[in-house]
């Protein structure tokens, strides 16, 4: 299973940023799959995750209403639209794939199997 992020980059205070991830080597529709981030000096924390039926979706409160998480079955794509960005949200977004039956853990890094590389998002004040 290859996961491959990419659209990070430098927005300021209020903007909006489109992150994608790409997956293959595996049944995508398959995987619950998620968007986690770490910030400098912190760990690993869930953001948002969409369910691999029914598209139902779940997200951190700190994001809430903020950023929208949505995937494409037909493209192997999963995608995080976040807008409002505020200097918190800087930091290196993983995309994650998670097998089904991790499915009740999967609000947290655990609840995952393979683990794109990474795109880091920096938003200035």
């Known amino acids: 299973v290859q996961l491959q992020a990419s659209g990070g980059g430098l927005v300021q205070a209020g903007g909006s940023l489109r992150l994608s991830c790409a997956a293959s080597g595996h049944t995508f529709s398959n995987y619950n799959m998620g968007w986690l981030r770490q910030a400098p000096g912190k760990e690993r924390e869930f953001v948002a995750a969409v369910r691999w039926s029914a598209g139902i979706t779940d997200y951190a409160d700190s994001v809430k209403g903020r950023f929208t998480i949505a995937r494409d079955n037909a493209k192997n794509t999963v995608y995080l639209e976040m807008n409002s960005l505020k200097p918190e949200d800087t930091a290196v977004y993983y995309c994650?794939?998670?097998?089904?039956?991790?499915?009740?853990?999967?609000?947290?890094?655990?609840?995952?199997?393979?683990w794109g590389q990474g795109t880091l998002v920096t938003v200035s004040s």
């Open positions: 994650a794939a998670g097998y089904l039956s991790l499915t009740d853990n999967y609000l947290r890094p655990s609840g995952y199997n393979y």
